[in-house]
């Protein structure tokens, strides 16, 4: 948000310069984005102010209030010079909550949370005073006229969104907060001319013979606007729940300030500051302005009744009626040592205090045992985590000196983890291999949510992977080079009630699966005896170790389908079978991702005869018949040169 350092000065008169301020924002609040100084000696800072903080901050009288805490300096209220404002004109009449005067308001939804509403008689719309224009231009803002200007500024002042009615619009002066009809639309004030298509779940403001003249804390209308011949108006400030806001703003695509606004949650108490102030800009450019008492409303629901907050009230169950609540006091209490054990630092109580003493909190202090009552406006402040980071934020945390926490850094043995490398040293000394499948499958106990349509389900055994992963090793031993397929798998499996760890090895005579305790047990594996495990070395069982050989560096298996090949040669001796292992390695190239296998020997009247088999793969297509025929051609020609013979 644009914040002009002039406009700070209205609140704060002895504020230290932008670049002091600009400082103490970075450190102690949030992000500076940008400062320009303008020519007319006025310097804004673009201030990143965080959803945390939106419902206080997005506002100069917000951002000063909390500067002028932080700086400990005096704080200008406005309310009172308002107030006296107001004062003055003898028509004024402050009646809040009555409900009696010619205004009457209709409350339909609950996403209307509070509703304020004041007629204002005899204004005269023309062009806004010289400092209006300069301070609503100081933010990017432009001014359109004095009615439309006072609307602005208030937002931009104190964060609360108003409206001004053309009171024509209402014959009946009675305004109605109600759903939008599905399919309806609204044409919106703005130079783009956006016509907005409602739904049925829309926040709109609208007179008695059901015409729309507004998006509920989004925009108004343009058949609502305030025209040069304008007289009277119908002054709105309410408050509206976030979450409906934000749905229909996002969902038309107008991000107004308003909207923002009220998106990040606004106090209910807001409106009564803000209805002030609106009140006070139009007497100041309209000294003959009448202004009528204010109606101020809440919406009052049985629940046994209305099934949601965006039900239209359409019976004598739902009602509406003047209802002058006020949002509920909310208290933390807090001591100092729960404050330094939070934040890790040496605050003392006098320190507490006086930080809250510049926020003008109002407090108990029991010799470091706090009491806070937590201002209306800040909602971010729930519990005593909160003040704990708001008084840590405040000392600031360049004064907190970073302390080690006291750590054992002793090795701790994780009891489930030590028997599962028990195990595994076990099952790979005896020639397995482990796997992993997948956890999820088309049948199980504990179903899942948003998952393919064959794994929607948690496994509930290991056996069913496992088989499916011996099957493919058994088709693809030749090319991993093995005689005999042993692979095991140590997983979770996921019953109805309970999650255990299991164990399960599949070879040639099946798949077994055991509890890891079961397994241990039944092998008589003593996983108490770890000491040789942490250091590197297999444990078979409890009396006998073996060491790991080095593990060889890892090369990447191709995606693509092997292709394999044998040859069967008659030679002369058992030399001869190195001669033609070379040649099978020279011909076969880069295609040839194994060394060649010799599968038998045998001889018969004086001749020797070898069978070797070949692997071909390649990492970049999947190779055809016609490829590897070539290569076995030119294997066969050269073993024929060398006087061998095929059989």
Request: with cysteine; charged share 25%.
């Amino acid at each position: 948000m644009k914040i002009s350092y002039n406009w700070l000065k209205w609140y704060i008169p002895e504020a230290p310069t932008a670049e002091k301020l600009h400082d103490v924002i970075t450190y102690h609040l949030t992000e500076v984005e940008g400062m320009e100084k303008l020519a007319d000696g006025d310097t804004i800072l673009d201030i990143n102010i965080l959803p945390n903080r939106a419902h206080d901050l997005l506002s100069h009288s917000g951002v000063a209030r909390e500067l002028s805490g932080q700086l400990g300096l005096a704080f200008t209220d406005p309310t009172k010079t308002y107030t006296d404002i107001m004062a003055k004109k003898p028509q004024y009449q402050s009646k809040l909550g009555t409900g009696q005067g010619n205004l009457q308001v209709d409350i339909r939804n609950l996403n209307c949370r509070r509703y304020s509403a004041r007629i204002v008689k005899n204004i005269k719309v023309g062009p806004s005073p010289e400092w209006v224009v300069k301070h609503l231009e100081s933010v990017g803002q432009r001014s359109i006229n004095n009615i439309v200007d006072a609307t602005n500024l208030v937002m931009f002042n104190c964060g609360q969104p108003v409206h001004a009615f053309d009171a024509r619009k209402f014959e009946d002066k009675k305004v109605v907060i109600t759903n939008a009809s599905e399919g309806s639309e609204l044409e919106l004030v703005g130079k783009d001319k956006i016509v907005a298509k409602l739904k049925d779940t829309d926040l709109v403001i609208g007179n008695s013979a059901g015409v729309i003249l507004a998006l509920g804390g989004v925009k108004g209308g343009t058949n609502s606007g305030v025209a040069d011949d304008t007289t009277d108006l119908i002054l709105e400030v309410a408050n509206f729940a976030p979450t409906s806001i934000r749905k229909t703003a996002r969902r038309i695509g107008v991000l107004s300030d308003s909207a923002k606004r009220f998106e990040n949650d606004l106090s209910p108490e807001l409106c009564t500051f803000g209805m002030l102030e609106l009140s006070a800009l139009i007497s100041e450019m309209c000294p003959d302005a009448v202004f009528e008492e204010i109606v101020d409303m809440y919406p009052v629901v049985d629940f046994g009744e209305a099934q949601s907050a965006s039900d239209e009230i359409t019976s004598p169950k739902f009602t509406s009626r003047v209802y002058p609540n006020k949002q509920e006091e909310r208290k933390i209490s807090f001591t100092t040592e729960f404050v330094n054990k939070k934040v890790g630092g040496n605050i003392t109580n006098d320190e507490v205090e006086q930080i809250l003493k510049n926020y003008k909190f109002t407090y108990e202090n029991n010799n470091g045992n706090f009491i806070v009552v937590v201002p209306s406006l800040r909602l971010d402040l729930e519990n005593p985590i909160d003040m704990a980071e708001e008084i840590g934020r405040i000392y600031g945390y360049d004064k907190l000196v970073p302390v080690l926490p006291q750590i054992s850094f002793q090795a701790k043995q994780n009891d489930t983890y030590q028997k599962i490398l028990v195990v595994r040293n076990h099952l790979i000394n005896e020639g397995y291999r482990e796997v992993m499948t997948y956890a999820f499958g088309k049948k199980g106990e504990v179903e899942v949510m948003a998952s393919a349509s064959d794994k929607n389900f948690l496994r509930t055994n290991l056996t069913d992977g496992l088989k499916a992963s011996f099957e493919m090793n058994r088709l693809n031993a030749p090319l991993l080079g093995i005689d005999a397929v042993k692979i095991f798998e140590i997983g979770n499996v996921f019953k109805k009630d309970k999650e255990e760890i299991h164990v399960a090895c599949a070879d040639k005579k099946g798949v077994t699966e055991f509890s890891l305790d079961e397994f241990l047990t039944k092998f008589g594996i003593d996983s108490k005896k770890s000491s040789d495990l942490l250091s590197g070395d297999l444990v078979i069982s409890s009396t006998e170790a073996t060491v790991f050989d080095p593990i060889p560096n890892f090369v990447l298996w191709s995606v693509y389908p092997f292709i394999t090949r044998d040859l069967s040669l008659w030679v002369s001796n058992d030399n001869d079978k190195d001669v033609v292992l070379e040649i099978i390695k020279n011909e076969g190239g880069s295609l040839l991702v194994k060394d060649p296998q010799i599968l038998d020997r045998f001889e018969k009247e004086g001749k020797i005869s070898f069978a070797f088999r070949m692997v071909f793969q390649s990492y970049e297509r999947t190779l055809s018949d016609e490829e590897v025929s070539k290569i076995m051609d030119q294997i066969n020609q050269k073993v024929m040169e060398k006087g061998y013979i095929p059989r």
